[in-house]
């Protein structure tokens, strides 16, 4: 008995450990928010830095820097702990800086030896008057940032913007991931159909298509309330991704539509398995191809905006995503059997009255 039913045990122990480490796991220090933002060329700004998960000390040495690149970066004069969160950071800008445009946003580098190094790109807009590149590159130190330290606790990365809903990737993703395959069983069982028109292949499909579709709308679900969340909306029609979305798991909905659109079993079998053949291959240039050719995306992975790159997806983070992806198939695929087997005894059910 546990031979045969192993892999759903390890579907739930996978999903509860996916969603329990999603949850328990911290994201590492980061920087929220630095005021002000815009500063000028050989002026002594005062920073204030407000910051995520820190718990900065008195007497902690706490290092910054406005960095350029890997080349060019400027060490504060000075940095005082306001609170545990909140830093106040005193830098000598240059006359002049090491780039050739009026004006340009520049990372600030936090680094302390319990926290680690971590850094927020554009994080402050510096402005000079006079632009000389020879002059500046004397001024800049090289190597800039040295020495600093790594967080080496179990974490997943802080990145403006999304912040804590970077866990939802371990669940709207795996949902689409899930959706995606178990989809994909529904064609293969539909091709099975059309090869030997067995009944049974018929039934198979219909109860894949369930849960497929129901992973999809929760994928959607889940996507929109991500969005409102780092967007602003539950959902923006200017978004591709969104819409090639809606629009496949439309397809599939039709599928259900056609289905009871027919009385006579056998011509409704073979009907609905052409169909699903057709939804499935649809679906991948709608959801994996058209996006990406698009100019600009807010969605990960589309249009020039990429995703599981090593910022949104850390060594610590694919600990979590790649497992929740096998977890949520396997307890699709668990769904889609016990639906099956229901199917299989209404069917039998209505053969047995019918005789």
């Known amino acids: 008995m546990i031979k045969k039913h192993w892999w759903k045990a390890l579907a739930v122990l ?20 630095v005021h002000p933002y815009n500063l000028e060329a050989g002026t002594s700004p005062t920073l204030i ?13 706490i290092r910054a820097w406005i960095s350029i690149d890997s080349n060019y970066a400027i060490p504060a004069r000075e940095t005082r702990m306001l609170n545990n969160r909140q830093l106040s950071i005193d830098f000598d800008l240059p006359t002049f800086l090491p780039f050739v445009e009026k004006s340009k946003s520049l990372a600030l580098v936090l680094d302390e030896k319990e926290h680690g190094a971590f850094v927020r790109p554009r994080a402050i807009n510096i402005t000079q008057n006079t632009i000389d590149t020879t002059r500046a590159q004397s001024v800049w ?5 040295k020495d600093i330290h790594r967080y080496d606790k179990m974490s997943f990365p802080m990145r403006g913007i999304i912040y804590e809903t970077i866990k939802n990737t371990f669940y709207h993703v795996p949902l689409w991931f899930g959706m995606v395959l178990i989809l994909l069983g529904a064609m293969i069982y539909s091709i099975k159909y059309l090869q030997k028109a067995d009944p049974f292949a018929d039934l198979r499909v219909l109860s894949y ?27 923006t029609f200017e978004e591709i991704k969104l819409n090639v979305s809606a629009i496949a798991l439309l ?14 079993e056998e011509k409704r079998a073979r009907i609905s398995a052409v169909y699903s053949i057709f939804a499935f291959v649809a679906m991948v240039p709608l959801l994996f191809v058209i ?12 249009g020039g905006n990429p995703g599981f790159g090593g910022d949104d997806l850390d060594n610590s983070m694919r600990m979590v995503f790649y497992p929740a992806i096998i977890g949520w198939t396997l307890l699709g ?3 889609a059997n016990l639906v099956y087997r229901a199917d299989v005894l209404s069917y039998k059910m209505m053969e047995k009255e019918l005789s």
């Open 14 to 33: 996978i999903v509860l450990y996916s969603i329990i480490a999603g949850m328990l796991i911290p994201l590492k220090p980061g920087i929220l928010q």
């Open 49 to 61: 830095v407000n910051t995520y998960n820190t718990k900065f000390e008195q007497g902690d040495n």
């Open 141 to 145: 130190t090289y190597p800039p940032i």
């Open 209 to 235: 298509t369930r849960i497929g579709v129901l992973f999809g709308i929760l994928g959607c679900v889940t996507g929109s309330i991500w969005a409102k969340n780092t967007w602003g909306t539950w959902w």
């Open 251 to 264: 397809i599939y909905l039709a599928y259900f539509v056609l289905r009871s659109s027919f009385e006579d």
């Open 291 to 302: 996006p990406r050719m698009t100019e600009a995306s807010l969605h990960p992975g589309n």
């Open 333 to 335: 695929v668990w769904m």
